[in-house]
């Protein structure tokens, strides 16, 4: 059964990108190490940073793998990262941190309030151990859209080093990597290029990536990584050949539909017009402020007789899937409006949870 998924990623991709994967490739293969050199060029002129400052390093494996050799790879014994935390992507980073045997100090806020600048700064006066700082940009936990630029000036001020989980943000909204002076920022390749599964990618500043090598793992080791694919696109293991052809067709989607400003904005109209339609039903969101444009978590409704199993598949049945909650405090059902959707989905999706609502609440 043909359904959209509206879900944080994998997403909804085009007929086309899928298609793009029928094709059968040599890794070896002249042809597909440049593919791979040309994505790595395309996400630096994506992220509107130079060559020389910036390289991008593909990595086999999900977000995670990108988040985790990131961390296991640049953060050495005498660093120690502050980690922001308001949802479970950022207590994942804590995790890798604790496994890997990292110094960290944890910040966390409510899932419903963002990192603040100000606390960073006591934080920061209270403990001039600190050397880096890592956040989520965009916590898919809620969908709550942290704020980068003031915790970015301070990262900058103090000389810290400052890597971002941009997994649900980036290549769907603006980022000034160079401007907010980001040293390692990790996304994937199911998010916002709207490509299919298989690997992340991180964008580096060359000169923290250079003399950051402290790899606690073979498999994740980003300098190695990066210092094989540099040379001529091959990756030092085999790589995920389908979602690699499919990314490169995504990122030519990307560019036409007008690259990154005009993708944000269909993210946003998505957005805006899903939470207008959902409050209109009586479903209220669970982020009151900061909401980020790409999932939306909201409320169960009140009625008892809400059975979020049974609303699953009611949507399902009528061609739209959509997550469950992740909030550790309150009953929330999710809900992504990113990927190859539309207004007219959100029309759809509406309409079939009006219905819902007909059956379901009369008892
Ligand atoms: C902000 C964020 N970080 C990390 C991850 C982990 O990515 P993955 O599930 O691909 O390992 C996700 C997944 O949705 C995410 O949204």
Redesign the pocket.
Known sequence: MEYKLLT??PLTTTKSVKQAMMVDHCTWDQEYKTITQDIRQKLLTLAGVTDTEYTTILMQG????G?ESVLSSVIGEEDHVLICVNGA?GL?IVSMSERHNLTYTVYEVAEDEIPQAEAITEILKNDSSITAIAM?H???TSGILNELEDIAQLAKENGLLFIV?A??SFGGIPIDVSGLSIDFLIS?SNKCIQGVPGFSFILAKRDQLEKRRYARTVSLDLYDQYETMEKDGKWRFTSPTHTVLAFQQALKELDEEGGIYQRYMRYLTNNRLLRQKMEELGYHPFIKQYQGPFITSFLFPKQASFDFDNFYQHLKENGFVIYPGKISTADCFRIGNIGDIYPEDIHRLVKVIENYAEVAYVS
């Open positions: 944080p990623g999900s977000g995670s793998f988040v992507y994942r989520v965009s916590e898919t989980d997994m649900s994937s």
